[in-house]
T-cell receptor, first 112, second 113 residues
Framework: KQEVTQIPAALSVPEGENLVLNCSFT??????LQWFRQDPGKGLTSLLL?????REQTSGRLNASLDKSSGRSTLYIAASQPGDSATYLC???????????FGTGTRLQVTL | EAGVVQSPRYKIIEKKQPVAFWCNPI?????LYWYLQNLGQGPELLIR????????DSQLPKDRFSAERLKGVDSTLKIQPAELGDSAVYLC???????????FGPGTRLTVL
């Protein structure tokens, strides 16, 4: 059974800092990995999707990497802003049933 | 482009009462998902539809939960009777096809008293 772990559970950084969120998964036979953002009381917004054959994806100040063999992914946020404050969720798709398995998330707070 | 629409946004009921949630996916999206999200946890899949067919309902507690997606568009998730432990956020998502990026609705927050 696929298990997804995210560390740290919570993170507070001052505005302008670069930061890294970590995600690990137990079964490396994945189809893709996605990073989502969730604001309080809201649904999830997809940030980046990395196919299993890819090593990284970039969107603006966000960069996600994937090391399938070691079961790890990182989300790098450059020059953090208060508007980046949210919970970031990692999810892996095993592909066999197109079922996303989510981590418990990292709650990020960017302070002024 | 309109996103995934869910209603109601909030629902408070007493235990043993029935409750239903409605989802309208993004137009043209064939795949529809219902997730349950407990506080401080990631979403967990309850059921996935490909058009009107439920292709993965292994995590749906079938003794009290039911779902339907008539005509392969809108979907309804029902709980009858509700229990205290059902208090959670119920999220609907859709995607053009299986394994494509999923787009989530705002969710329905259910409180069972």
């Amino acid at each position: 059974k696929q298990e997804v772990t995210q560390i740290p559970a919570a993170l507070s950084v001052p505005e302008g800092e670069n930061l890294v969120l970590n995600c690990s998964f137990t079964d490396s036979a994945i189809y893709n990995l996605q990073w989502f953002r969730q604001d309080p009381g809201k649904g999830l917004t997809s940030l980046l999707l990395i196919q299993s054959s890819q090593r990284e994806q970039t969107s603006g100040r966000l960069n996600a990497s994937l090391d399938k063999s070691s079961g790890r992914s990182t989300l790098y946020i450059a020059a953090s802003q208060p508007g980046d404050s949210a919970t970031y969720l990692c999810a892996v798709d095993t592909g066999t049933a197109s079922k996303l398995t989510f981590g418990t998330g990292t709650r990020l707070q960017v302070t002024l | 482009e309109a996103g995934v629409v869910q209603s109601p946004r909030y629902k408070i009921i007493e235990k043993k009462q029935p409750v239903a949630f409605w989802c309208n996916p993004i137009s043209g999206h064939n795949t529809l998902y219902w997730y349950l999200q407990n506080l401080g946890q990631g979403p967990e899949l309850l059921i996935r539809y490909e058009n009107e067919e439920a292709v993965d309902d292994s995590q749906l507690p079938k003794d009290r939960f039911s779902a339907e997606r008539l005509k392969g568009v809108d979907s309804t998730l029902k709980i009858q009777p509700a229990e205290l432990g059902d208090s959670a956020v119920y999220l609907c998502a859709s995607s053009p096809g299986a394994a494509d990026t999923q787009y989530f609705g705002p969710g329905t927050r259910l409180t069972v008293l």
